[in-house]
């Protein structure tokens, strides 16, 4: 069975910068494209990130397009999402999802394996 966890968020102000991890366990890394997604409170799940098994594709939603990066370390079974100049309104539980053999694409229900989601708060 899959697990993901997540880890790296916190309070941090506006304009600096986070990084967050989610490491998979339980199968192969390699075989499954990765995305980040966030939610805030009152607001749907959104599509943060993607990335795909060999880091040759990569997606972003326009709201964090230039900002954030998403990567990842096949042999460490982790995917990161480097955030820098944050903003409040990117506050929200961040969650990291596996989608075997997937493109990292934003189309939520590709996803088959999600994390518990780790929290962001931006202060202005």
């Known amino acids: 069975q899959v697990q993901l966890v997540e880890s790296g968020g916190g309070l941090v102000q506006a304009g600096k910068s986070l990084t967050l991890s989610c490491a998979l366990s339980g199968r192969t890394f390699s075989n499954y494209a990765m995305g980040w997604f966030r939610q805030a409170p009152g607001k749907e799940r959104e599509f943060v990130a993607g990335?795909?098994?060999?880091?040759?594709?990569?997606s972003y939603a326009d709201s964090v397009k230039g900002r954030f990066t998403i990567s990842r370390d096949n042999a460490k079974k982790t995917v990161y999402l480097q955030m820098n100049s944050l903003k409040p309104e990117d506050t929200a539980v961040y969650l990291c999802?596996?989608?075997?053999w997937g493109s990292g694409d934003r189309e939520e229900s590709n996803y088959e394996y999600w994390g518990q989601g780790t929290q962001v708060t931006v202060s202005s």
């Open positions: 999802a596996a989608d075997f």
């Open positions: 990335i795909n098994w060999n880091s040759a594709r990569s």
